[in-house]
């Protein structure tokens, strides 16, 4: 399994950014996905989650009603669209595949993780 995250980027304060994951040996489509991201000098934390088929999505309380996480698995994609982006979002975005199909917050519970893609918020 290769995970890859990717679009980060700079960004002004409410503005909005979309990155993506890619799973290149397309193995993370019965898997559930999620996003996690580590600020610097800060602990790894949940982002969002989503199911297999996408029908079941769940996110942290700091990203509710802004973030929003789909998958395209034709494509084998899953997005992170983050809109009202805070200073605070700043952070490395990872992807990680869920060892079964449903969501998750714990980060034991994701068997593999991307290279992860950096995400700055100016104020």
């Known amino acids: 399994v290769q995970l890859q995250a990717s679009g980060g980027g700079l960004v002004q304060a409410g503005g909005s950014l979309r990155i993506s994951c890619a799973d290149s040996r397309r193995t993370f489509s019965n898997n559930g996905v999620g996003w996690f991201r580590q600020a610097a000098g800060k602990e790894r934390e949940f982002v969002a989650a989503?199911?297999?088929?996408?029908?079941?999505?769940l996110y942290a309380d700091s990203v509710k009603g802004r973030f929003t996480m789909s998958r395209d698995r034709a494509r084998n994609l899953v997005y992170l669209q983050m809109n009202s982006l805070k200073p605070e979002d700043t952070a490395v975005y990872y992807c990680a595949r869920n060892r079964r199909s449903g969501t998750a917050t714990m980060g034991a519970s994701y068997d593999y993780w991307g290279k992860g893609t950096q995400v700055t918020v100016s104020s």
């Open positions: 989503i199911s297999w088929n996408g029908g079941d999505t």
